[in-house]
């Protein structure tokens, strides 16, 4: 089943002229439910330009964009933050916690929008927290922690809304090694135990085989990598 | 500064409509060429030292037209008397079996005419401690009651009969200091009532050339030049009222323009998350209400504190009285000015917020 699909998606700044620049070319990408895609290249390629289109948060300048069978670019602004409340979650590559909200508030932020009363918020929220590590830090402010930490609880905002999909841009570009090996562990768990559909852009060759799909962007096009393998143990990548 | 503004300007024009109220004469009869002075008197108790022969009331009473002409004397004002709550008090004497302007006024308040001895007090008139009657030049006044306050020296004047003043000034001979230096047979102005239907500027015309030493002018051109004063004032505090609301709205346009420029990643982020463009803009428009609504309760209040700390000082540098308005009408004048507040506030804040709110999530992320 497709999660994501992109048909003939352009995307171009500028004036439309001889100063216009296309971030992406005709592009055409089907996301297969539970793919764990990872999207590299290298920078100014369009990749984050790819992920902004395929989640509506930039408009394109061509193409359809389909998500979870809804074509997001022909319903209305409040229809399309409605679906991306709904279906996605979102990993940022900067710090992306409101500075004056709790790790608990932070977290349960998504659902202010959504409108929807739910009794085990708190208890989730906790559960979230408690999955990434931080579940002794709930009443922390964000700018007690590390950036690792910071990301983690980024994570675990993302899944409190239940998403289908979940979409990281660069997410581990401004830790280290080790910390980053760590963010990628919860995905890689996350994926395995949830079965998400995860999209993820980085400019890190390396963390290719914590997928289980790799696409290569060059100019603002896709090439699909065809050798590109699941890792038999996806916790040991070569 | 709006508030301010219309405390100063309503306050001002509220004192010229009580006064030109209490006046309660169809023409003020004073001195020629101290029209000003007999107003400063009347209006903000100004000690004025211009007097006519006491002789003019009869040939006032005579002219055609007069129904009744009253004298008053406007006394020299006392430097720290102890029985006042202020530095200066005023003495001001009329003649209670012409009188028809301050008499009947003062029946109403007090159910009983003022006798020798008796004295009425401005609102910040009082008896010292420990004494029963204010002393004034070593005579005793029963202070019989006290008027309403009207902004002006009013407020520190004392009103008694003619008889009254003479026997002060007659005390004042032997048991004061200083004797109380009242001129023999003067008065300061007279008020004159009108027959019915009769024309007043006619019978002032009239009154002023029957009697060389007076000058009558009609009580509905008295104050004319206090109220052209309040006016000149009044629209130069317009005109620096409304370059500030603009001033205003030109910052605060740019504080809030630099506020969601500042925030626009955070903006970008809570649309990624599911808030609606509607969600930005009143998010931004909530906030500009709370700021407007804090930053204006602490201007209305500031305003409200230096009204009544510097009315005094406002009162002697813009030369005309500032009634200070009741609570009811100050609560009215502070959520008037809350609401404009919040106007400004939300003009300015709308451009920005709609800005923010309508930009792609994107491109609010960017750097």
Known sequence: MTAVSLRGVGKAY??????????????????????FLVITGRSGCGKTTLLNVATGLATPTSGTVTVDGVEIWSI???????LRNRTMGFVFQFPSLLPGLSLEQNVMLPLEFSHEEHADTRERARELLDMVGLGHRLGARPHELSAGQQQRVVIARALINRPTLLLADEPSSDLDEETEAEIMEILRRIHAEQALTIMMVTHARQL??????HLEMVDGTVRENAQHESPSDPAAPA | MVLSTVIISRGGEESLRLARERLGADIVVVPRGSVTGVEGALLLGNATNTYMPRGVVESIAAVPGVAVASPQLYLTSMANSSCCSVSLMFMFAFDPVTDFTIEPWLKEKLGHDLSAGQAVGGADVFVPDGQDKIKLYGYDFDLVGNLEPTGTNLDQTLFMTFASANDMAEASRTKAKMALPILADTVSSVMVKAEPGADRNAIAKAITDAVPEAQAVPAAAMFGSYGSQISGVLRTLVVIVVLTVVLSLALMGLVFWMSVHERRRQIGVLRALGATQRFVLLAYMTEATLLALAGGLAGAVLASVAMYLFRDLLVSALGFPILSPSSASLFGLIVAGLLVALLVAAAAAFVPALRASRQEPAVSMRE
Request: proline content about 0%; hydrophobic content about 35%; aromatic content about 6%.
């Open chain 1, 14 to 35: 500028g004036d439309g002229g001889r100063t216009a620049f296309a971030a992406l070319r005709d592009v055409d990408l089907d996301v297969e439910t539970n793919d």
């Open chain 1, 76 to 82: 209305t602004d409040a229809a399309r933050s409605g």
């Open chain 1, 208 to 213: 290719v085989a914590f997928g289980t799909r």
